[in-house]
């Protein structure tokens, strides 16, 4: 039985006509700007059961909303029912659940023994792009492109086009409006020879407009193939150096990973100074980039993998049966009432997301450590993981008993051996991380020969 | 000097299923320290004592003359390396239809399945709750993998090395056609073949005397239709472990093939005077004789 397959990837092209456009290739999405932690970044939910994937795509995009393109190979030609705009809220709360999390302890009066638990939940990136197209038949015929589909879905154009050859559909992509960058005609060729159609978007200021958006929201798309997987190649074909991609992937069984590529879970667990809480977001950066260059660059980080039904420690609520809908949880039950969120009530956990497992994904790529495509496969791994960093504030009490004298003798160990856990993780300097945390480095022990004749 | 140091080795290249042994027992040993293979040393003791014990269980009640834990243990390490789940009691229920297999699916005197590939597809087959990861080697891995498997070539100078060979040979041609054909860089297809699970397959499944034909001609027309059966699940079908579940299914074809191109079958002691041929195939093919 031959299935006709997906590929999803999306390039993006600068600027029409006119506008100076700055073009890049450089991810899923092009992003301008700099999201909130990481350069580049773009997310993905892969909502998967089966042969069925419904995937939203959204990237950091915060330019003129006129100057973007998102181009995605696609299997069949989609119908209009087959795309949606979703919200950027929804992604966010997913990043705020499943992002990596500080837990807070505080050291009790040694002399009684027990502890409080705090938590702050960090957040990671975000986005959305648009696009560009606008229809020129005859030109296209005479390049061997076919528009099969034209939509307008929200605030974008959409249309479908085949191709017969990567030079006609550069040519026709270039002529509208889309700077492909030279070296995308033999990707371009590899996903053509592959039967598949190119799924082009850009905006349509006017109905922007008329829907009163500013940010560009995240397009989803549903289809029904055997492949699960993401292509990354187109966009990184002009890329000036490694993109980020967060991927959220929602299934029924248990965690997903990739086949092709190590799938390697974050450092996690670890105590570490308590100063780190104001600078959580550049200790993330920072390990996470040591992590990433440990396993030479070529492996795919599992930030988080959990049971949606609840959480510990939250890093936000879980996403409510409503949410996971309209991320595309098709096999959820629907709770009924309308289609927009209601006002986020505080939830006590478990609230909604029964038999749904969320892994997040985190992969930071190139072209020379990943030549290929992202391949998925769900396992039926159900175990839990969260990437959780545990901060222990110090007991300041004055008390005298034996056990507060010992508990001040480990005192200091504790700190040194935080001190040294940071440096491991994140590559800073000892002695600035000694600093920051207010305390000198061990002395050094005495030569063994120095011990002898005292 | 020189001598003395292979007096040192000549237990493991004596027989290679001594070397496979140590080959399959030290990547278990860095998969669980250096790739944090989900697989704990617990997992991998009720694994391996599993088979160990169904062997045993097995020796006795076909009357075999001797115990012997060799093959048994290469099944169990090549579990560890691949199977995985959550549940204890799956792994466990693994090496049991592993060994088994061997004694009790025959044709013709002949085991059918090679038992760590039978013991992976039926269970994923059967519950859903076993999975195999065939990202999780990287390219470090490999590479030490392959020097260990081709090390394992010399020291077999196993006449029945042709199917590994010829295996090597059709899936390259496949991967690399498709992607000449879909002009994709070279990259691509070097990535896809630089894979772990593969090399375990290539080297260590496949290879498997007693479940490949007879002839000569036989196994290089089995290899091709493995190659063929695992390009085809991959990129045509888009589903995982291509060359597991393919070789699972053409293993239906060896009696076929040996029907069609006779040769005289494997026997212990054909090849026990023969110089060239593979020590460690004569002794798992006495393992397994039953």
Avoid at chain 1, 67 to 75: D, N
Avoid at chain 1, 114 to 143: I, N
Wanted: charged share 20%.
């Amino acid at each position: 039985m031959k299935r006709v397959a997906l590929i999803v990837a999306i390039l993006i092209a600068g600027a029409a006509w006119n506008g100076p456009a700055v073009l890049a290739f450089c991810g899923f999405y092009c992003a301008k700007a700099d999201t909130k932690l990481f350069n580049k970044a773009s997310q993905v939910v892969l909502v998967r059961q089966g042969d069925r994937t419904v995937l939203t795509m959204a990237s950091d995009f915060k330019g003129d909303p006129k100057e973007f393109a998102v181009v995605i190979p696609v299997p069949t030609v989609l119908q209009k029912g087959q795309i949606h705009i979703g919200e950027k809220a929804l992604l966010d709360h997913l990043d705020a659940y499943s992002a990596p999390r500080l837990v807070e302890y505080f050291d009790e009066d040694p002399c009684r023994q027990y502890a409080m638990e705090r938590m702050a939940p960090m957040a990671a990136a975000g986005g959305v792009a648009g696009g560009v197209a606008d229809s020129a038949a005859r030109r296209a015929q005479s390049l061997g492109v076919k528009i099969e589909a034209q939509y307008t879905v929200g605030e974008y154009d959409i249309l479908i086009l085949s191709a017969q050859q990567s030079s006609g559909l550069e040519t026709w992509l270039r002529e509208s409006g889309y700077r492909i960058p030279a070296g995308a005609g033999d990707v371009l060729t590899s996903y053509i020879r592959q039967n598949l159609k190119f799924f082009v978007a850009r905006v349509n200021l006017k109905e922007q407009a008329k829907l009163g958006f500013t940010m560009l929201r995240p397009i989803q798309v549903a289809y029904e193939s055997p492949k699960f997987m993401l292509p990354i190649r187109l966009g990184m074909v002009n890329a000036d150096g490694p993109q980020e991609l967060f991927v959220y992937a929602l299934t029924s069984k248990g965690r997903v990973e990739t086949t092709n590529y190590r799938t390697v879970k974050l450092p996690t667990g670890m105590e570490l100074p308590v100063y780190v809480k104001s600078r959580f977001p550049d200790f993330y950066k920072a390990m996470f980039s040591r992590a990433a260059t440990k396993e030479n660059m070529s492996a795919i980080f599992t930030e988080y993998a959990w049971d949606m039904n609840w959480c510990d420690p939250c890093a936000a609520d879980p996403l409510t049966n409503q949410e996971l809908r309209q991320l595309g949880v098709f096999w959820l039950p629907d709770s009924g009432s309308g289609g927009r969120l209601g006002p986020r009530i505080p939830l006590p956990v478990p609230s909604g997301g029964q038999g749904v497992f969320v892994t997040r994904l985190h992969v930071r790529y190139d072209a020379a450590h990943f030549p290929e495509d992202l391949v998925f496969q769900e396992t039926a791994d159900r175990t839990n993981f969260q990437g959780r960093y545990v901060l222990r504030h110090a007991w300041t009490g004055d008390s005298t008993c034996d056990a507060a004298v010992r508990y001040r003798a480990e005192l200091t160990q504790r700190r040194e051996r935080e001190a040294q856990t940071l440096a491991m993780l994140t590559g800073w300097n000892i002695a600035d991380i000694r600093r920051s945390m207010n305390v000198s480095a061990p002395p050094d022990p005495a030569a063994w020969w120095q011990r002898i004749w005292k | 000097m020189v001598r003395s140091t292979l007096t040192l080795f000549r237990p493991i290249t004596r027989d290679p299923r001594h070397y496979q042994i140590v080959t399959l027992a030290s990547l278990l040993a860095y998969g669980i320290l250096g790739l944090d293979f989900e697989i704990g040393a617990g997992r991998a003791a009720a694994i391996l004592s599993t088979a160990l014990l169904t062997q045993y269980i097995c020796t006795r009640v076909w009357r075999l003359p001797s115990f012997d834990p060799r093959s048994a243990l290469i099944s169990g390490l090549s579990l560890c390396l691949l199977l995985r789940t959550n549940y204890v009691g799956l792994a466990i229920v693994a090496a049991v239809v592993a060994v088994s297999s061997k004694f009790l699916i025959k044709v013709n005197g002949k085991h059918l399945f090679n038992p760590t590939n039978i013991a992976i597809v039926a269970l994923m087959a059967a519950t859903g709750s076993v999975w195999v990861s065939p990202g999780q080697w990287g390219n470090v891995a490999f590479f030490a993998f392959l020097m260990a498997c081709l090390g394992g070539l010399v020291v077999n100078r196993a006449s029945r090395s042709d199917v590994t060979y010829a295996f090597i040979v059709f899936y390259m041609a496949l991967v690399f056609g498709r992607s000449i054909w879909l002009g994709e860089p070279l990259t691509i297809p070097l990535h896809r073949l630089e894979n772990g699970a593969l090399l375990l397959f290539t080297f260590f499944m496949i290879s498997d005397p007693r479940t490949t034909p007879n002839s000569r001609m036989g196994r290089i027309v089995f290899a091709c239709l493995v190659a063929c059966g695992a390009w085809y699940i991959q990129f045509r079908l888009f589903r995982t472990n291509g060359a597991l579940w393919s070789l699972a299914i053409c293993s239906f074809t060896v009696p076929l093939i040996d029907w069609l191109l006779p040769a005289e079958r494997y026997e212990w002691g054909q090849y026990k005077s023969a110089a060239h041929s593979a020590p460690h195939f004569r002794l798992k093919a006495e393992a397994t004789k039953a």
